[in-house]
């Protein structure tokens, strides 16, 4: 009788059930072995549940094995720890980046981890074929390339495996029948797929998983085999891609045909819709034909332009090279001139970098183009990398904390669910602690009324007038909110929500945490604040009003207050609010609407005059129930919004005659 072997993969804890493309390679791969499909029967399991009743499940199993990622390494460990009381004589093995390579965390693992058996370290699918035909011999485990194995006098790690020549020699899950008998039990619970059409990076930045010298070398899949596996997934109906490729568009013959064969796919069968990319880093002018072919058969995309720093001692710090400034600003104007938005992803805590560095970034980053976007992560210590070794760390003096992670975006109340975590960096030798504080409470509220859009036109018109950064006009905001907190109350606790949520994440309690104007949902600062200020809009924008003009008064500017209330009431105008707004034609006294459309959309911008001028907001539908769920959909991927689209009537069409600018 066949033994059973079960690979897991509890994906990310979020309301994404992704198919396991992973463990449905490492699967596909030692079934095609001849000896292991004649010894042994396999299943996938990808659905999170109660880890009793998901181990009791598996029906005599020989070998039960785990994916495991920062967003799922604890609950895949609670759930190994059950397996094995639920059956003592499976061997346990766990793979995946988070698995430990040094001796003295290898040590520590199997210590905290008693029913683990077995790592395997990089690559699985020869590994753990190896390790499956060495168990079906009876052969010791010293033979099997690229394992630590438990013994009773402590562990072995074996020589290192080298990594897989012909990627071509892994059957595709997508074509073997793995994933239709997948879809099958589960296809009403999948939202999406993991897909992949090169693997490896050749770049070696010290944050990331993919920085090190055991990927460098990139290889492919073969081009037939994948658009087999495009039309498998056009075919299954399939909504959403997650590409797990370090750099999509690195090989630009080959990743255009690719997206042209994408978006032939989604002409013809509808799908799939959307695709969450990781574009190649410096080449971003290759990426331009790429995202028009995806759009042009209806595949949503974002442009990414992964910058991390744009200072020069920190990129030397990270191993890292961005194109120049200037070259930014005309891709980015390439892209928005064809309707493709982009959005520029920044570190905050990187080493090297201090509180001004890190503010002039967020303004390098942004431009006055509606459909351009920037996010900030807070630098995150991945296990493995060359930022996580000891001796990095001392020579940047970083200072970190663990906190629960922010991949999934619910609270955990039941006994089987597992809270992951994730540490943080809150601190370097260029930026202690107190900076980072200032960095995280400039950048999430710059992040909530520029990058959110919240009080993005007043931001961009003092920018305009008064040559002064945005942030500098955050900077200003938060000092004045925290120091007279009763002249502005609906700003003051979106700011103190930020505070409240740094100091927990210094607490190492957690780094986001639940919102009433968002259901009760858990959100990211920047998040949080916008939900805070818009759950009551009429005193928000009342409030920043007035806040306008004391910044103008602080810095010798006296506009008229019809002017800011103008230009306050464009804002509010545009910002998607609930309820719904009913009023969809504005006048105003000054002619703001034609102004903010020359600074928007790359026009030579001409002084605000006196003159009445029209506007008409097209108020987009939504199926959202109540306000709740509005502010949850309002924003997209935690850096991007859709401001109301406007009509104006141009010049010598209807539009008012001039006035005398006062």
Same mark, same amino acid.
């Given at each position: 009788?066949?033994?059973?072997?079960?690979?897991?993969?509890?994906?990310?804890?979020?309301?994404?059930?992704?198919?396991?493309?992973?463990?449905?390679?490492?699967?596909?791969?030692?079934?095609?072995?001849?000896?292991?499909?004649?010894?042994?029967?396999?299943?996938?399991?990808?659905?999170?549940?109660?880890?009793?009743?998901?181990?009791?499940?598996?029906?005599?199993?020989?070998?039960?094995?785990?994916?495991?990622?920062?967003?799922?390494?604890?609950?895949?460990?609670?759930?190994? #720890?059950?397996?094995?009381?639920?059956? +003592?004589?499976?061997?346990?093995?766990?793979?995946?980046?988070?698995?430990?390579?040094?001796?003295?965390?290898?040590?520590?693992?199997?210590?905290?981890?008693?029913?683990?058996?077995?790592?395997?370290?990089?690559?699985?699918?020869?590994?753990?074929?190896?390790?499956?035909?060495?168990?079906?011999?009876?052969?010791?485990?010293?033979?099997?390339?690229?394992?630590?194995?438990?013994?009773?006098?402590?562990?072995?790690?074996?020589?290192?495996?080298?990594?897989?020549?012909?990627?071509?020699?892994?059957?595709?899950?997508?074509?073997?029948?793995?994933?239709?008998?997948?879809?099958?039990?589960?296809?009403?619970?999948?939202?999406?797929?993991?897909?992949?059409?090169?693997?490896?990076?050749?770049?070696?930045?010290?944050?990331?998983?993919?920085?090190?010298?055991?990927?460098?070398?990139?290889?492919?899949?073969?081009?037939?085999?994948?658009?087999?596996?495009?039309?498998?997934? !056009?075919?299954?109906?399939?909504?959403?891609?997650?590409?797990?490729?370090?750099?999509?568009?690195?090989?630009?013959?080959?990743?255009?045909?690719? !997206?042209?064969?994408?978006?032939?796919?989604?002409?013809?069968?509808?799908?799939?819709?959307?695709?969450?990319?990781?574009?190649?880093?410096?080449?971003?002018?290759?990426?331009?034909?790429?995202?028009?072919?995806?759009?042009?058969?209806?595949?949503?995309?974002?442009?990414?332009?992964?910058?991390?720093?744009?200072?020069?001692?920190?990129?030397?710090?990270?191993?890292?090279?961005?194109?120049?400034?200037?070259?930014?600003?005309?891709?980015?104007?390439?892209?928005?001139?064809?309707?493709?938005?982009?959005?520029?992803?920044?570190?905050?805590?990187? +080493?090297?970098?201090?509180?001004?560095?890190?503010?002039?970034?967020?303004?390098?980053?942004?431009?006055?183009?509606?459909?351009?976007?920037?996010?900030?992560?807070?630098?995150?210590?991945?296990?493995?990398?060359?930022?996580?070794?000891?001796?990095?760390?001392?020579?940047?003096?970083?200072?970190?904390?663990?906190?629960? !992670?922010?991949?999934?975006?619910?609270?955990?109340?039941?006994?089987? =669910?597992?809270?992951?975590?994730?540490?943080?960096?809150?601190?370097?030798?260029?930026?202690?602690?107190?900076?980072?504080?200032?960095?995280?409470?400039?950048?999430?509220?710059?992040?909530?009324?520029?990058?959110?859009?919240?009080?993005?036109?007043?931001?961009?018109?003092?920018?305009?007038?008064?040559?002064?950064?945005?942030?500098?006009?955050?900077?200003?905001?938060?000092?004045?909110?925290?120091?007279? %907190?009763? =002249?502005?109350?609906?700003?003051?606790?979106?700011?103190?929500?930020?505070?409240?949520?740094?100091?927990?994440?210094?607490?190492?309690?957690?780094?986001?945490?639940?919102?009433?104007?968002?259901?009760?949902?858990?959100?990211?600062?920047?998040?949080?604040?916008?939900?805070?200020?818009?759950?009551?809009?009429?005193?928000?924008?009342?409030?920043?009003?007035?806040?306008?003009? #004391?910044?103008?008064?602080?810095?010798?500017?006296?506009?008229?207050?019809?002017?800011?209330?103008?230009?306050?009431?464009?804002?509010?105008?545009?910002?998607?609010?609930? +309820?719904?707004?009913?009023?969809?034609?504005?006048?105003?006294?000054?002619?703001?609407?034609?102004?903010?459309?020359?600074?928007?959309?790359?026009?030579?911008?001409?002084?605000?005059?006196?003159?009445?001028?029209?506007?008409?907001?097209?108020?987009?539908?939504? %199926?959202?129930?109540?306000?709740?769920?509005?502010?949850?959909?309002?924003?997209?991927?935690?850096?991007?919004?859709?401001?109301?689209?406007?009509?104006?009537?141009? =010049?010598?069409?209807? #539009?008012? +005659?001039?006035?005398?600018?006062?």
């Amino acid at each position: 009788m066949k033994e059973n072997v079960y690979l897991v993969d509890l994906g990310t804890g979020s309301n994404r059930n992704l198919m396991p493309l992973g463990i449905g390679l490492i699967s596909a791969y030692a079934e095609s072995r001849p000896v292991l499909a004649e010894r042994f029967n396999f299943g996938l399991h990808f659905l999170r549940g109660d880890f009793a009743e998901i181990a009791g499940s598996f029906e005599r199993p020989r070998v039960i094995g785990f994916a495991c990622y920062v967003w799922n390494l604890r609950a895949s460990l609670r759930l190994a #720890a059950a397996c094995k009381a639920a059956h +003592p004589q499976a061997t346990i093995v766990v793979g995946g980046y988070s698995v430990p390579k040094r001796p003295e965390r290898i040590e520590a693992f199997f210590r905290d981890n008693p029913g683990v058996d077995v790592l395997v370290h990089g690559e699985g699918e020869f590994t753990f074929a190896g390790l499956l035909e060495a168990i079906a011999a009876g052969a010791d485990l010293s033979g099997v390339a690229g394992i630590t194995y438990r013994k009773p006098e402590g562990f072995v790690t074996t020589a290192r495996r080298e990594r897989i020549a012909d990627l071509d020699a892994i059957p595709s899950p997508f074509l073997n029948g793995s994933f239709d008998r997948l879809m099958a039990k589960y296809g009403s619970q999948v939202t999406g797929v993991v897909w992949e059409t090169n693997r490896g990076c050749p770049f070696a930045c010290t944050f990331c998983d993919w920085g090190n010298a055991d990927v460098n070398k990139v290889k492919q899949f073969a081009l037939s085999r994948l658009e087999a596996e495009i039309e498998w997934i !056009a075919r299954n109906k399939i909504f959403y891609i997650y590409l797990a490729d370090a750099n999509f568009g690195i090989f630009y013959d080959r990743d255009l045909h690719l !997206a042209g064969k994408l978006a032939e796919a989604g002409a013809k069968h509808g799908f799939p819709r959307f695709m969450a990319i990781n574009w190649t880093k410096n080449s971003h002018e290759r990426i331009l034909d790429i995202a028009d072919r995806l759009k042009a058969g209806g595949i949503t995309t974002s442009v990414t332009l992964a910058m991390q720093s744009f200072n020069s001692g920190t990129l030397d710090a990270i191993k890292r090279r961005n194109i120049k400034q200037e070259s930014l600003l005309k891709l980015k104007k390439a892209y928005h001139d064809r309707d493709l938005p982009t959005y520029t992803e920044l570190i905050l805590g990187l +080493p090297g970098e201090t509180y001004a560095s890190f503010l002039d970034g967020l303004n390098r980053a942004s431009t006055t183009r509606l459909a351009d976007h920037w996010v900030f992560h807070i630098c995150t210590l991945l296990a493995n990398t060359e930022m996580d070794s000891p001796e990095y760390r001392a020579t940047h003096g970083i200072d970190s904390r663990w906190v629960q !992670a922010a991949i999934a975006r619910r609270g955990y109340t039941g006994e089987e =669910e597992v809270p992951e975590i994730e540490e943080l960096v809150v601190g370097t030798r260029s930026m202690p602690v107190p900076e980072w504080r200032k960095a995280y409470m400039s950048g999430y509220m710059a992040a909530a009324l520029f990058n959110f859009r919240a009080a993005v036109f007043p931001l961009l018109w003092l920018q305009q007038e008064l040559g002064v950064p945005y942030t500098d006009v955050v900077e200003w905001l938060v000092s004045e909110v925290e120091a007279k %907190p009763a =002249e502005y109350p609906r700003i003051a606790r979106a700011v103190g929500h930020v505070r409240r949520q740094q100091q927990m994440l210094l607490d190492s309690v957690a780094c986001l945490s639940p919102v009433e104007e968002l259901g009760g949902n858990l959100a990211l600062p920047h998040e949080a604040a916008l939900a805070i200020l818009l759950g009551d809009a009429e005193a928000f924008y009342g409030e920043l009003e007035k806040a306008v003009l #004391a910044f103008a008064e602080a810095h010798d500017f006296q506009p008229s207050r019809a002017l800011v209330g103008d230009i306050i009431r464009y804002q509010k105008a545009r910002m998607p609010v609930w +309820p719904l707004p009913s009023e969809t034609s504005h006048r105003f006294a000054h002619d703001v609407p034609r102004y903010f459309a020359d600074l928007t959309e790359g026009r030579e911008v001409r002084e605000v005059e006196r003159r009445p001028a029209d506007m008409t907001v097209q108020v987009t539908a939504t %199926p959202a129930k109540d306000a709740g769920a509005f502010a949850a959909m309002r924003t997209r991927s935690g850096h991007t919004i859709d401001l109301y689209k406007v009509s104006v009537p141009a =010049e010598g069409k209807g #539009a008012a +005659p001039r006035a005398a600018a006062e």
